[in-house]
């Protein structure tokens, strides 16, 4: 069971927009703002999407963006692509004793 | 360009050690911190640890904190992960990761390697 909850499935048509949750407790989500996304394709290796709840790494497209309210941090997916399909896994930094902690990861689905 | 190149997937049996690598190149090895994630069959990612190649200070997750060592070699740009007794549960995938220039407790990866699957099977 991951630290921190993600829904399994997210979807959205074309040029739509799909956001996911990423469920924490106050011991990481809530209490740093050291929250991130990846992406991950079948058979890739994860890609960096958003760091620091809403920053963006360079060539990561203004699409993506972070957010986050308490416990729960949110990535928002804009103007859906067929290339956004794909798996996101949220993590946070969970003080210096666990270091970081992943969620159990969306599977985003383009109608 | 800043590669990281893993070493060949490996297929052992329980209770043999191992060792894979992950070959830096494009960057100052020393400069940045190299980490290690786990995604077994089917599964989500997980945090292992993380080394700092200047001085070797190595941070590791409850999780697996005694059960894998990670090590660098500086003279070949080279960050290590390994195992003294693989068990079947070890069998996943593992990535190496270069730790992004972030806030200080950002612990975030920037580029990856592809990945070294690890199968441990009697």
């Known amino acids: 069971q991951s630290a921190l909850t993600q829904p399994p499935s997210a979807s959205g048509s074309p040029g739509q927009s799909v956001t996911i949750s990423c469920t924490g407790t106050?011991?990481?989500?809530?209490?740093?703002?050291?929250v991130s996304w990846y992406q991950q394709h079948p058979g890739k290796a994860p890609k960096l999407m958003i760091y620091e709840v809403s920053k963006r790494p360079s060539g990561v497209p203004d699409r993506f963006s972070g957010s986050k309210s308490g416990n729960t941090a949110s990535l928002t997916v804009s103007g859906l692509q067929a290339e956004d399909e794909a798996d996101y896994y949220c993590s946070s930094y969970a003080g210096s004793n666990k270091y970081v902690v992943f969620g159990g990861g969306t599977k985003v689905t383009v109608l | 360009e800043v590669q990281l190149v893993q070493s060949g997937a490996e297929v052992k049996k329980p209770g043999e050690s191992l060792k894979i690598s992950c070959k830096a190149s494009?960057?100052?090895?020393?400069?940045?911190?190299i980490g290690w994630v786990r995604q077994m069959p089917g599964k989500g990612l997980e945090w292992m640890g993380i080394?700092?190649?200047?001085?070797?200070?190595?941070r590791y997750s409850p999780s697996f904190q005694g059960q894998v060592t990670i090590s660098v070699d500086k003279s070949i740009s080279t960050a290590y992960l390994q195992w003294s007794s693989l068990k079947a549960s070890d069998t996943a995938m593992y990535y190496c990761?270069?730790?992004?220039?972030?806030?200080?407790?950002?612990?975030?990866?920037?580029?990856w390697g592809q990945g070294t699957l690890v199968t441990v099977s009697s």
């Open positions: 990761a270069r730790r992004l220039r972030c806030g200080s407790d950002c612990y975030d990866f920037d580029y």
């Open positions: 494009g960057y100052s090895f020393t400069s940045y911190w």
């Open positions: 106050s011991s990481d989500v809530g209490g740093y703002n050291y």
């Open positions: 080394i700092y190649p200047g001085d070797s200070d190595t």
